[in-house]
């Protein structure tokens, strides 16, 4: 599993590091990067700990064998007597208990006796059971694998074996019991993987991360400039947060409508990543909520700031299914080049009730454009039909600078 992770989190960072180098680091959830770095660093601090402990003088602390394992051992032939050959500290103490490293001579009834090694968890009172020359009781834990764990209480028959012993304590020395290579595991007892399979699972860990940018790929392979896409890419990637784009503008007035009762508005503005719509407190009162929507939801509901008064009431409304909402992106995008000036941000639009002073032609809202620069900023207001009504601002030269002159005349 180590493996497996680590060959998918490198074939992951390899296509996060091109796309870095194409400008296309975008485009996919916020949480991939750092769940695939903190991924592989974890595979490597447990592969380095699996190894450290697989290589330990090759031998591994296991747990005290329990009652019934003892009893299972014993009916299934896997309980030995051995001899102690050496013994030695591993530095380590557990409820200052050593852990110790013991080299045994094993004799069994169904091969020939042979030498391993094992670690124990030894009370500090029966170290001297486990001395050099004493012969002890351990437990096989496969009966095709040399592996043994020592058993420090064995059941009184094997306190007597142990007692009238004649033949195992005079065990110097045993060839090792040398298993043969395994087909499936190496020889640190870890599953083998194919290293066609490692590099397979890398393929699938890059592919994962180029999918998202597939079509900018695509693009660039057909020889596409890498940072005329990834110009592209981030615009696309705004404005698909922008609260104008088709889609979102019609869920951002569905929510807000849900949350009104009702399709009457006095204003809604769309912003970059948030909108605010103004609805009458009932649908025939005089006052005014203001209902924010931001990341995807309503946020807030709260009486506007300002209240209308004077000649602003009787409140006049516009019907929200009357707006094509889908269409203020269009609008939106022509303001640069009306206006001559790249903007810092994107543009905000509002759709409105026109004043009553200025509406001649009795329209049932307006929209208005907004947008700012470095050193400008310009905006437009149309009628529902999208012809313009008025024009302000914009750089020297421009479209917007040009109908401001003339009407001033």
């Known amino acids: 599993m180590i493996r497996i992770l680590r060959s998918?989190?490198?074939?992951?960072?390899?296509?996060?590091?091109?796309?870095?180098?194409?400008?296309?680091?975008?485009?996919?959830?916020?949480?991939?990067?750092?769940?695939?770095?903190?991924?592989?660093?974890?595979?490597?601090?447990?592969?380095?700990?699996v190894t450290g402990l697989s290589s330990a003088a090759g031998s591994v602390l296991r747990p005290a064998p329990s009652d019934d394992a003892i009893a299972t051992a014993e009916r299934e032939g896997r309980l030995h007597l051995a001899r102690v050959v050496d013994i030695s500290s591993t530095g380590t103490q557990i409820n200052d208990n050593p852990v110790a490293e013991l080299q045994l001579v094993v004799a069994t009834s169904s091969r020939l006796p042979y030498s391993t090694r094992t670690r124990a968890l030894i009370d500090q009172v029966r170290?001297?059971?486990?001395?050099?020359?004493?012969?002890?009781?351990?437990?096989?834990?496969?009966?095709?694998?040399?592996?043994?764990?020592?058993?420090?209480?064995?059941?009184?028959?094997?306190?007597?074996?142990?007692?009238?012993?004649?033949?195992?304590g005079r065990m110097d020395h045993a060839p090792e019991w040398v298993q043969e290579p395994s087909t499936t595991r190496d020889a640190r007892g870890i599953l083998r993987i194919p290293a066609a399979v490692l590099v397979l699972l890398l393929v699938v860990g890059f592919a994962a991360r180029l999918y998202p940018v597939r079509a900018e790929l695509a693009e660039i392979l057909a020889g596409a400039s890498p940072s005329a896409v990834a110009d592209a890419r981030t615009l696309r990637l705004e404005r698909a947060e922008s609260t104008l784009d088709p889609a979102r503008a019609q869920e951002v007035i569905d929510d807000l409508v849900a949350e009104a009762g009702h399709t009457?508005?006095?204003?809604?503005?769309?912003?970059?990543?948030?909108?605010?719509?103004t609805v009458p407190t009932a649908p025939d009162a005089d006052t005014t909520d203001d209902i924010d929507w931001r990341d995807g939801k309503v946020t807030a509901r709260e009486p506007s700031l300002i209240q209308p008064s004077g000649d602003e009431l009787p409140l006049q409304t516009f019907d929200a299914a009357?707006?094509?909402?889908?269409?203020?992106?269009?609008?939106?995008d022509r303001l640069p080049e009306?206006?001559?000036?790249?903007?810092?941000?994107?543009?905000?639009?509002?759709?409105?009730v026109p004043?009553?002073?200025?509406?001649?032609?009795?329209?049932?809202?307006?929209?208005?454009?907004?947008?700012?620069?470095?050193?400008?900023?310009?905006?437009v207001t149309y009628d529902p039909d999208g012809n313009v009504i008025s024009m302000n601002g914009g750089a020297a030269g421009s479209e917007i600078a040009a109908w401001v002159a003339a009407e001033q005349g």
């Not at 001395?131 to 058993?151: E, F, W, Y």
């Open 8 to 49: 998918l989190s490198v074939g992951f960072l390899l296509g996060w590091l091109l796309l870095a180098a194409l400008g296309l680091g975008g485009g996919v959830p916020g949480w991939w990067l750092p769940t695939a770095l903190a991924i592989g660093v974890l595979t490597v601090i447990l592969s380095t700990v």
């Open 322 to 332: 009357d707006v094509d909402w889908a269409g203020l992106q269009g609008l939106a």
């Open 338 to 352: 009306q206006g001559g000036f790249e903007l810092e941000d994107a543009p905000s639009v509002t759709v409105s």
């Open 355 to 379: 004043s009553r002073t200025f509406n001649e032609d009795d329209l049932p809202y307006q929209i208005s454009v907004w947008g700012s620069g470095a050193y400008h900023d310009a905006s």
């Open 127 to 168: 170290l001297p059971q486990f001395q050099p020359g004493n012969v002890v009781v351990v437990l096989q834990v496969k009966a095709d694998q040399p592996a043994v764990t020592l058993v420090q209480s064995p059941p009184q028959s094997w306190r007597d074996k142990v007692a009238d012993d004649t033949r195992v």
């Open 264 to 277: 009457s508005f006095t204003e809604v503005h769309l912003g970059s990543t948030a909108a605010t719509g």
